[in-house]
């Protein structure tokens, strides 16, 4: 059965950073899309960051762009987002989801994925 798990979150002060990770089991392919995600309060999820390990296909949101950086790690099977120069409006609960398929569009998120129970972000001023 596929199973991600997703950890690394916490509580920053405004400027600080974070790590998060997305360990991935139970494909029967090597290849596979990922994507990162995130929930506040009162929003909707967001999708902020894909990756296709197959052809290095990275995206990013406007919003996170030049932040966040997304790497995989082949031998542990695992996806991290690095996440630098933190603010308050990043305060949420990120989610990872993954699938051996992904949108035929500039983005490449996965598509009809599995999902990671999620990990709290918190960045206070």
């Known amino acids: 059965e596929v199973q991600l798990v997703e950890s690394g979150g916490g509580s920053v002060q405004t400027g600080g950073s974070l790590r998060l990770s997305c360990v991935v089991s139970?494909?029967?392919?090597?290849?596979?899309?990922i994507g990162w995600y995130r929930q506040a309060p009162g929003k909707e999820r967001e999708e902020i960051s894909c990756f296709v390990t197959s052809t290095g296909s990275i995206w990013y949101d406007d919003s996170v762009k030049g932040r966040f950086t997304i790497d995989s790690d082949n031998a542990k099977d695992s996806v991290h987002l690095q996440m630098d120069n933190l603010k308050p409006e990043d305060t949420a609960t990120y989610y990872c989801?993954?699938?051996?398929?992904?949108?035929?569009?500039?983005?490449?998120?996965?598509?009809?994925?599995?999902w990671g129970q999620g990990t709290q972000v918190t960045v206070f001023s």
């Open positions: 139970g494909f029967s392919f090597g290849d596979y899309a």
């Open positions: 989801s993954a699938s051996t398929r992904a949108y035929s569009d500039n983005r490449q998120c996965p598509y009809d994925g599995y």
